[in-house]
């Protein structure tokens, strides 16, 4: 069974800290993906790599940097942390192909800053 | 710039009550169509990938349509399990691949 998981499912942080969220995948797929979930705004992407050390900005990157060193390993960090940055974090891989290349999802990460 | 809009924002439907969600696009060249399934606090997992116009997938009491501007999750017979938020996303032929543009999805609520 595909799985994509993430480091933590609640977590709660203090404005100006620094903060990784972790998301691992067991599907050997080229591309990963971070999203943020807000109602009303849907899911926002932030960051997405297709390769090893490769990564490009999504559509909201400000704020966000990300890491991937090994392929089945996707790192999203927030500098310092701000309280606009509560929302729910969702990780993503699909495999680098014209078709089948749906997105598998992980449980999500809910990040409160306070 | 693509975009995806869904309607209704929430439908609330009783058990056997069939009915139909709406995704209406504007892609610069589609690549795919996607649905997918949330339920509350949890990651959206896939449903359907659909590629052309008049192309249609179907799982469970599910039926996914696509024409040239907008696709239907038919609902037919729900239960209450069938209960979640629906998306939809689209990806375009051009630009980076395998980049989804999501709607704000449909609340479904089916009640006994």
Redesign the interface.
Known sequence: DVK?TQSSRYLVKRTGEKVFLECVQDMDHE?MFWYRQDP??????IY?S?DVKMK?K?DIPEGYSVSREKKERFSLILESASTNQTSMY?C?S?A?S???????????T?LTVL | EDQVTQSPEALRLQEGESSSLNCSYTVSGL??L?W?RQDP??????LF?L?SAGEEKEKERLKATLTKKESFLHITAPKPEDSATY?C?V?AKTG?????T????TRLQVTL
């Open positions: 994509v591309n009303g705004l849907g899911l926002r992407l997405f297709y490009e999504g969702l993503a699909s680098h014209s078709i089948n290349n749906e997105q598998f999802f992980g449980p999500g809910r | 690549r795919g996607f997918y606090g949890k990651g959206p997992e896939f990938t590629y998306l996303a990806q980076t691949a395998s980049k989804l999501f709607g704000t999805g």
